[in-house]
Structures are given as structure tokens and as C-alpha cells.
């Protein structure tokens, strides 16, 4: 069948059938919520282990269950590999994983994969699981990919049942508070996983630090909590920020930034109560940095932006341009620093700023926007997943989340990457679609989605060099060899499903490249 | 049928089968909590109404539903006489009423109860409502009290399903999100109300203090708020309190006071570490504020302390000889005051601190509690609900949660109460259950629970007054006439719940008194 963008989507796989994607909003849930398992605990009883195995052995985890973990340690994460491989001496396979993202740290689970111990993934592969998965490496079913909110609506929905949730704590009490705060090696918030530890049959915080009764702020809380286990490390503070962090030295990107704070601008929107969400690619940290000064010179205070939160971020907070910072993710430790001292910089769950099963988001509050691609196409849809080789290499973050809820949201990208073209004819993935795209910005100019007309006037009225998509990509065509084109096979290795659990797109095997 | 304590209780109640007590942790949980409605909203959708009436037609509130509140506002509400007026004007009757609690303040209930706009009440009954039913006025079933934890419980259980929850916000955003800490009427924390706002069909915010978004902390969310009602008044701050902040003068209740702080002291639980519960009464201010001497002089840290909180539990954590407060409750503004601008005095909602079904309540943790009684007996079951006359007068907190928890909990008693005696033969009402009571203190002497014999020898080596429960009891009848006693009818008029959801004892009708 095809959904509502003509993409091609089976109708079932792996006996589950499949939503199509009929629009961003199309999608009223009704009915119940899944029910979340019943727990208890007397008095006095101890809940803290010393090492994964024991935990894997209290859990009941066996064969044929489904694991997950969140990713705020990003690329210093190192639970998951922790776990699988302790699952694998322990003789235990056939493993789901459902991590918020695997990394390429994660590399190790390709090994795992190969030998039967994990047949299935749900979540972001980043890096090289995600091309190995794109090459012909074998799961026993596709896996799937979810923003940040269509994760947690998943789990509320039942779509997704949790065994044992492992949640890697910078910080935890023997009774199972834990947050991501505090601690030795902080890593931002973590209560991506929050709803796991509701959900799960049984929740295990794993820690480096285990702390005196009670740590907080309890992200992860004591009545969710199963076990408590303390090891020596979790992982690499140094790796967490995953070299995101620099702001761009390139004169194209600062331009491509500087642009789309002038279009925020243009817009009218920098008034007092502006809200924004920053990011923290190269071009989004300019962007943010630039949006601040925007606002000093307008002399407004802004009502609340949303990160990733970077020191860009907490720099317009502590010059009073801004009431509050909403910390959903925290990507330098200049954020959580913050998050320790500011009371107007607050912690944030993916349910609270992103759920589409929800009576609203913080991201439907969004003035504006910036996000990121790979690719965009002449119908203003976004890819992210993957790239113009076909091969799945990212997740979706919160980009369908923020995309579909700000009144502005600028989709900043260079023309050209490379050799390779960044506006292609139809994106080889749609993560999210032209419908909740406002404005493209590239070096060569701002492209207005037609739905938002109103934007033209005021962005010419503001000398803003507005031009047409077409002509930006003939122009970049034009400095560009065509790119080797993926040959794709009839297998779908990923769905990539829209934040209400519907399916905006597929991944297919890449066969090889024309 | 009997129940462990030989209470007498029926089978079955308007087609619902009890459950008699067991015993304190008898129940064990299993298989699934109920399911939360899904909810949704669409962008640039607008939830703020101005009046109870456009909020009863929004929601779609009709005869015979159940509406929910919290008593954060104490004797200082206004929300239930609002909303409960409101429905009488439109009609619409059979109401079952959901509070955590209601106060003398509610007495106009009582008419709706005679017209039939109330016909069920499941909440604490202070005052003169409870009067009133215990007396013959005529409720169609009977009322259920349960502990802050037991209400939780019920709720997350589906042993209640709310089609409306009315919550009371000091502050609160156009987009749903409230709390008691902020705004013009603050009245500490609501979080009481954050399990109905999830499980409700519908949940409405009402607040005199409408701010801009966004509004935290996140007592209550935006995802879980269908309406926010901003009315001009929503409670009076000055009745909050309840009159229950100042130590009390009596030479006698504080000579209890000391005697309980020394059994702390004794106990040998004040080190590093020492976690214990204020409250608020007379003679649990001055033993908060005894036992913050003992720490001063035993030169310790604390590890946390939690409420019913006010200044002089305030005063310890200032003067630096606790790390943290846990906050269910509020008793004064300068708890409130800590709470906006002290990092370590923590909101806790009701399922943190006190939830049966769950990995575990904060009260677990508790080195030491103190907890006053209407009445005590000689097997150490203590009353707070009904007076030696039978009447039901007061409800239950968070009494049972703190006295299952606490390694040590002390009830503060005189052993007279005007010409009345507290210790009995038999309590009148059993709220919670000798087993979890180590420790009755009165102006005569320390008894200690047979269970806790090695407290003895503890108290004598410190010089404690150590004495027989019914040796203090024969002390007292001396002094006083014997009380006029009830005559109880056939006709339950109300349930006691354990906070597993169990039936410890039944409150009946008062037929007249001897």
C-alpha cells in the first residue's frame, strides 16, 4: 500500500500490520493506554547488585525478551554492550533491543547480531550498526525507528512491551532514585527513560555512583525501580558530546546561520514571549548564538527555549533574555552545570515535550525552530535517516516532534555536502514531512514552502534573498557529479514510523551503487 | 466476616466485595494497574475557559459521575463548594465527590447531600460532614476513607475511576501546567491530584493566577490537563493552615514532646544518616523542634526528614543538619518559601513518599516518626478517625503510610483530652494497626509495643519513664468519669481502607449515646 506521500509500505511485517502515514495530524488516539505491571516491596528489603549478571538473574531476563536502555551517554555509553555481552555468557539470545539510540560505540553488538544473541532492534542506529543492518546484515525483523516522543507514545500504547529496563545512571540511591545530573561522569537528563521504568516488568538503574538516600531529582523514581546495580564505570563523560559542539568555523554554514536567525527575525516573532528550540549541530549552535543577539538588540525576553541545550543556550538564559530553558537533553556539561544551579532551567521528559498521545507538547509552543538534513526535497520533505547512498546511518531525535509543533520551522542546510547534492527530487527517506516544514535555508537563499505564502511578503520586505527550491538545486546540480545512486532491494530493513506510530517511510537493503 | 484485627466487616458493600485486613503487608500486587485514557490535542488549540460552568459543559460532566479534588487549600478551599454549587445549578445530581479531604469549610455539601446533588463521598470527612453522616444523614453508600497512599493506590488500581478531576492551582499556564508553590494564594504542593490528572476523562486546572508559559515545576502537565478554568478566587490563604502551627503551650503535651525526642535520642538512631517525619500537630512541632536540638548537640547530619512540613523542619534543614526535605505537604508559607528557593527541599507526590503498589515509599526509609491519635489501645491500635463518641471527625493522611514505614514510630498522646481518656480497651476505630507501632509516649510514661522489647532496655538505660500501656490507662480512668459512649445502629456509614486497598475497620451510625 502507499501512505499519504506515495511512499510504498507493506502492509504487515513480521505479522504486525502496519498504520500508513495519513498527515502530521491525522491520527486521534482514542481508547485506553496500555496498563503498566503492578509492583511492590516491603520494608527493609535490599534491592542494590554488584554486576549486570546478577541483575540478569533477578530479572528473570531470558531468551527471546526485549531489553532497553536510553542514550544520554551518546558515544560513551557503555551499558548496552555491558549487557548484551553478559547476555551472551550467559547463554541468552534472540534478544530485542529497544535503546532510545544505539551509537558507534555500539559496534560491538554487530557481533552479536551475527551470532544470534540480538535479532532485533527498535530504535536509532547510528553510525555502523545502521550501515551493517543497510548491507545486508541479518535481523529477523525490520527494525524501527521513532522520534523521541513516538518512542514513549509507543510504550503508552503497548506497542512495545519491556522486559528489562536497564537505565544507565550518573547518579542513584540504593532505592532506585536516579538521574543523570549529578554524580561522576553526568551525562544530562535520562528520563527518556522514565517511561521504560514504568513499563517494564522489571527496571534495573545501573550506576557508577551510588549516592546516600535520596538522590535527586528523580527522574528515574524509587517505585519504579527493581534494581540497583553499582559498577565502576558507565561510561565516557568525553564521548558524550559527540564533537556536536563546536560552532561552525565554515563561512557557508556561519552564512546559512546567519540567514536563518535573520528569517526568525523577519517572521516578527522576536518579541517578548519568543520561544525557540536551539540544537546543536555546527549550523544550529550559530543559529542560536545569533537568534540571542537578535533578541538583546530587540531588547525582548523570551518565554522558554528547548535544546539540545549547549552553553549557547544557557549564555541567553543567564543574560536574562530568557525565562527558562526546558532540558529534555543536555549536550555540554556547561548544560547540565546549569541545570545544577538554575531554577529556570528545568528538567524536561519526552512525554512532557514531544508525546502525540498527549493533551499538548512543549514543542506546539515553539515560535520557531532550526533543524537539520541530509537531504530535502522539491515537496519540502526532510530526510534524516539516511543518506543519499541509501544507507541508514541516523536516527530521528526530536526532529518530527519540533518540525510538526513550531509556528517557523527552518530546515538549515548547505546546497552541496561535499561532492553530494543536499536537494534531491524526492528524498530517498522521508523522517518528516513537507507538510510541517516552513522555510529551507541554504547558502544560496531561503525557500518558502508554498503553505506559507504569508512568510513571502515579509521576508522580501526584509531583503531576504527568497528563492524557489528548484532553482537553488539546478544551480547546486550544476557543481555536482551526479551522485552513485543506491541500488535498493525489495527487503525493508527499517520502518521509519511518524510520531503517532504510523509509517511516514521504509529503509530497503542497499544491493549495491549504480 | 472478621478481619485479622476481629473487626467485624461486611461481605460486600453496593455490589462491591470486600476485603478484610490481614495484616500490615499482607497483599502482594500482581498483574496490571488499570489503564490511563488516551488524550490529544492538535496545535494552536485553546484550553483556558472562565468559568466552572463552560468547564462542566466542556467536559461533558453529567448525573451520576465522580469528581475529584485535593485539599491543598485546606479549610481555605473554594474549588468543591464551586464546582459542587455549579452542578446543583445545572442539574445535574448523584454526584460521587473524589477529595483527598474535605474541612469544616465544605459544610455546605451537606445541603447538596439532602437535595441529592452528592450522593457518595470517597475522601476524609473533617469536621462537619463527617458529623453529619455519622449522625443519619443519608448518604447512598458508604463513604470510603483512605490514606494519601490508599488513594493513590485505589486510583492507579482502578478501584476509582474519576470521569472529572477538578484541580485546585495556585498558579498554573494557559497550557495546563500547575503548581501550589507559585502565584497570588500558594498553598504548597498539589500533586495529590497528579494521579487523578492522569486517569481522569478529564482533567480541568482552576486557578486565580494564570501565567505565562510555561508554568513549573510540573506539579501537574500540560499532557494531562484537557481545560484550564481562571477564576478570580480560588481559596483563602489564611485558612491553609489550619491552625496547626503553633507548639503547643501545654506543660503536659510538651513534656510529651521531650520524652519523645529523648526515645529518639535513646532509640540511638540520631547519626549520620538519621532520616525522620515531622508533622504538624501540637506536640509533633515541639518534638520536630526537640529532636532538631538532639541532632544540633549530637553534631550529625541527617540524611532527609518529610512532612507535613513547616518552619521548623525549615529551620533544621537551614541550619544545615539535614541534607534534604521530601515535600508531600505544606503546612506554612515558610515551607513554601524553602521550596522555591532551597535546591534540597524536594516535591514528592503521594506515590513517591506513600504508594502500597510500588518498589517502594520514601517512608520506608524512615528512622523515626511521630504520630498523634484520637484514640489508642491496649494492643497499640491506634484511631484517628472517630472520637470516643463514635463520630467520624477527622481523616487519614499519610498516618498509616509513615507508621508501616518507620523503623520507630511513636504515637504522642496525653492520656487525657479534657475528661476523655485516649487509651481504651479497644479502640473505636481502627486506623492503623498495632503491628507498626513501636512506641506510645504519654505525659505518664513511654509503653512499648511487646513486639519491640529490645527497645526496653534502650530507654531504661537512658532513664526513660518506661511503663505498662494499661498501668497508664487505670492512672487515667481514675481522673475521669467514664464518657458517654455510643450506641451504634446496624448502618456502615463508612470504610476504613488499609493502604493496600484491604477493609480494617467500619465506621456505623451513631444512634444516640448511653
Given amino acids: ?29 482514542t481508547g485506553r493506554k496500555a496498563a503498566r505491571p503492578q509492583k511492590f516491596i516491603g520494608p527493609n528489603e535490599n534491592k542494590v547488585l554488584h554486576s549486570i549478571e546478577e541483575a540478569i ?100 500504547a503497548g506497542d512495545v512491551h519491556i522486559d528489562v529496563a536497564f537505565i ?43 549516592a546516600p538516600y535520596p538522590a ?23 564521548s558524550i558530546a559527540s564533537g556536536t559542539l563546536q560552532i561552525t568555523r565554515s563561512p557557508t554554514r556561519l552564512k546559512i546561520a546567519r540567514l536563518a ?17 536551539g540544537g546543536a549541530g555546527g549550523i544550529s549552535l550559530a543559529a542560536t548564538k545569533y537568534v540571542g543577539e537578535e533578541m ?52 524536561m521528559d519526552p512525554g512532557h515535550y514531544a508525546n502525540y498521545d498527549s493533551r499538548g507538547c512543549s514543542t506546539y509552543m515553539l515560535d520557531a525552530a532550526f533543524l537539520g538534513a541530509t537531504e530535502v526535497d522539491l515537496d519540502f520533505n526532510v530526510n534524516v535517516n539516511t543518506h543519499s547512498d541509501g544507507q541508514l546511518l541516523h536516527g530521528i531525535g526530536g526532529h518530527q516532534e519540533v518540525a510538526a509543533g513550531a509556528k517557523l520551522t527552518l530546515i538549515t542546510v548547505p546546497t552541496l555536502r561535499g561532492r553530494l547534492p543536499v536537494i534531491v527530487d524526492s ?27 504569508d512568510l513571502k511578503e515579509r521576508f522580501v520586505a526584509a531583503g531576504l534573498p527568497v528563492r524557489e527550491l528548484a532553482e537553488m538545486k539546478t544551480e547546486a546540480d550544476r557543481l ?11 527487503e525493508v530493513i527499517a520502518l521509519i514510523e511518524w510520531r503517532d506510530g504510523t509509517v511516514i517511510d521504509v529503509v530497503r537493503r542497499v544491493e549495491g551503487w549504480q
Fill in 427 to 453: 528524498v530517498t527517506t522521508v523522517t518528516t514531512p513537507g507538510e510541517v516544514i516552513d522555510v529551507i535555508v541554504t547558502e544560496r537563499g531561503i525557500a518558502i514552502n508554498p503553505r506559507r505564502e
Fill in 296 to 347: 538583546a538588540r530587540a531588547e525582548i525576553v523570551g518565554s522558554f527555549a528547548i535544546g539540545g541545550v549547549t552553553k549557547y543556550l544557557v549564555d541567553i538564559l543567564h543574560k536574562g533574555l530568557l525565562r527558562v530553558i526546558l532540558n529534555g537533553q543536555a549536550f555540554d556539561l556547561a548544560a547540565i552545570e546549569s541545570m545544577r544551579h538554575d531554577q529556570n532551567h528545568v528538567l
Fill in 480 to 490: 555536482t557529479r551526479p551522485p552513485r545512486k543506491p541500488v535498493f532491494g525489495d
Fill in 216 to 238: 535527586y531529582p528523580f527522574e528515574i523514581q524509587q517505585g519504579w525501580t527493581d534494581y540497583v546495580v553499582v559498577v565502576d564505570e558507565i561510561g565516557d563523560p568525553n
Fill in 168 to 210: 544507565a545512571a550518573a547518579q542513584a540511591d540504593p532505592y532506585g532514585n536516579a538521574n543523570g545530573i549529578y554524580g561522576k561522569t553526568p551525562c544530562g537528563p535520562i528520563s527518556y527513560s522514565a517511561i521504560d521504568a514504568q513499563y517494564a516488568e522489571k527496571t534495573v538503574v545501573v550506576t557508577n555512583d551510588l
Fill in 261 to 277: 536567525a535573520a528569517a526568525v527575525k523577519a517572521s516578527g516573532c522576536i518579541v517578548d514571549g519568543f520561544s525557540f528550540q
Fill in 1 to 29: 500500500m502507499k501512505n499519504s506521500l506515495g511512499r510504498e509500505i507493506p502492509e504487515k511485517i513480521a505479522g504486525r500490520v502496519l498504520r500508513p502515514f495519513e498527515g502530521a495530524f491525522a491520527t486521534t488516539p
Fill in 57 to 156: 538473574e533477578a530479572t528473570g531476563l531470558k531468551s527471546g525478551m526485549t531489553v532497553s536502555f536510553h542514550h544520554a551517554f551518546r558515544n560513551g555509553d557503555y551499558l548496552v554492550n555491558m549487557v548484551v555481552d553478559a547476555c551472551a555468557r550467559m547463554g541468552i539470545n534472540d534478544l530485542r533491543l529497544f535503546p532510545t539510540a544505539l551509537f558507534p560505540v555500539h559496534e560491538p553488538v554487530i557481533d552479536h547480531i551475527k551470532s544470534g544473541v540480538v535479532t532485533r532492534i527498535e530504535g536509532s542506529m547510528n553510525g555502523p550498526i545502521g550501515a551493517f543492518v543497510s548491507q545486508g546484515g541479518k535481523l529477523a525483523q525490520p527494525g524501527i525507528l521513532r522520534s523521541h516522543g513516538g518512542r514513549w507514545r509507543a510504550v503508552e
